[in-house]
Each structure stands twice: as C-alpha cells, then as structure tokens.
C-alpha cells in the first residue's frame, strides 16, 4: 500500500513569507506527527493528532508554528513570519494508535 | 536532560562484518519503546527493529538485532554481515509509553555507518 507523502518535496520561500507544508498519511491510521530535522541533528518533534484534535503540540517552537488535522487523515502544518532559523527538513509520520511510526520523505524548507 | 544518547558520530565497517552501534537512554517511565531507524542519503527515515521495555527477548529482525540491557539503559543496534546498502544514518529513538498509546519520539544525535569493500 501507499506510504506516508508529503508535498512539496523541497520549499524555497523568503524571510517573512507564509508556507504551508502538507502530509498525507498511511490510509487507516489515526495518528499523525510532525517532527522536525535540522543538518546533522536527529528529528525534533513538533506536534501530533489523534484523529483529529492535537494530543500533544509541545514541541511546536513559538506562535508561528500552527498545525491542523481536519478531518482526522491529511494534516497542514502551517508557519507564518518564516524566519531563515526555520530551514530544515520537515517530518511527517504516521501510525496506527501506539504502533511503530513510519515516515514521509520530508520537506525540504529553505528560507532565504 | 538527553535522553538517547548516540556516542558515535561515525562508524567503519567492511563488507560482510557485523557491527554495532550503541544508545543509551534516560527515563524514569517503566513502560517505554526503543526504536532504530535508518536514514539513507535519501533523507527518508526506514523502521527497522523496535524493543519494548517488557520485552523478555532481545528483538531481531533479518540481519538487525537489538541487545537490549535494561539494568544499563543501553539497545545497541547489531547488523550481521554488512552490506555496502547499508551505508547510511542510524537513529536509536524512545517512545516513552511501551504500547496502545500514542506518543511522541525522542531521537537521538545518530551515527553515521560507511560500508567499505
């Protein structure tokens, strides 16, 4: 079956820009996460659903940063003001419940 | 605090070796996943082998084995006879509720494995 998807693939945008950044997870599964992943560092989470309220939106760094998950399968995570400490690869993982947590092929932002 | 910690930064092995590479975790949770993913040049992260705290038997899966040591707080990742596909970032990860819940990842730094002839 279809994998985790995440578009675009790569975002270039300027300081003070708006992006959205969107997941399509694994068909079935209830739970979805954003993580974030900076050069040479391990994933950093950002948020999760389950269905579609967040559960835990604790690592989502300031006011910025928004996420919605609308009818509990694709989410948009949504970053306003970007700022160039925002480049990174954005993660998107999905899962069924507790279960193992599979991964999109992230989004590259760049701002400039 | 850090809670996984990934001492190596890199790591060599030739073809056809076995290899391990260590993790370490802090938590105070009794009920707790391990994980290891692995991370090509792609950029996309691939589950490989998961361990539960309650787990009696150290995880296997194909050529990957985890050595699970509860008492030390360590789930090394062991891959048998190394492949040059092999080559690639290595996350160890921690899910602070064992199984049923949902629960955020914590990853830790990586190590980078480079496969030689």
């Known amino acids: 079956g279809a994998g985790v998807s995440q578009t675009p693939s790569n975002k270039v945008t300027e300081k003070g820009k708006y992006v959205e950044l969107r997941c399509d997870p694994i068909s079935g599964h209830t739970a979805l996460y954003w993580y974030r992943q900076s050069l040479g560092q391990g994933p950093e989470f950002l948020i999760y659903?389950?269905?579609?309220?967040?559960?835990?939106d604790s690592g989502l760094p300031n006011d910025r940063f928004f996420a919605v998950r609308p009818e509990g399968s694709v989410s948009t995570l949504k970053i306003q003001r970007t700022e160039r400490g925002d480049s990174a690869v954005y993660l998107c993982?999905?899962?069924?419940?507790?279960?193992?947590?599979?991964f999109g092929p992230g989004t590259r932002l760049t701002v400039l | 605090a850090q809670k996984i910690t990934q001492t190596q930064p890199g790591m060599f092995v030739q073809e056809k070796e076995a290899v391990t590479l260590d993790c370490t975790y802090d938590t105070s949770d009794p009920s707790y996943g391990l994980f290891w993913y692995k991370q090509p040049s792609s950029g996309e992260m691939i589950f490989l082998i998961y361990q539960g705290s309650y787990d009696q038997q150290n995880a296997t899966e194909g050529r990957y084995s985890l050595n699970f040591q509860k008492a030390r707080k360590s789930a090394n990742l062991v891959i048998s006879a190394s492949q040059l596909g092999d080559s690639a970032m290595y996350f160890c990860a921690m899910r602070e509720t064992n199984t049923g819940t949902a629960s955020k990842l914590t990853f830790g730094t990586g190590t980078r494995l480079q496969v030689t002839l």
């Open positions: 659903f389950q269905g579609t309220g967040a559960a835990d």
């Open positions: 993982a999905s899962s069924s419940a507790g279960d193992t947590q599979y």
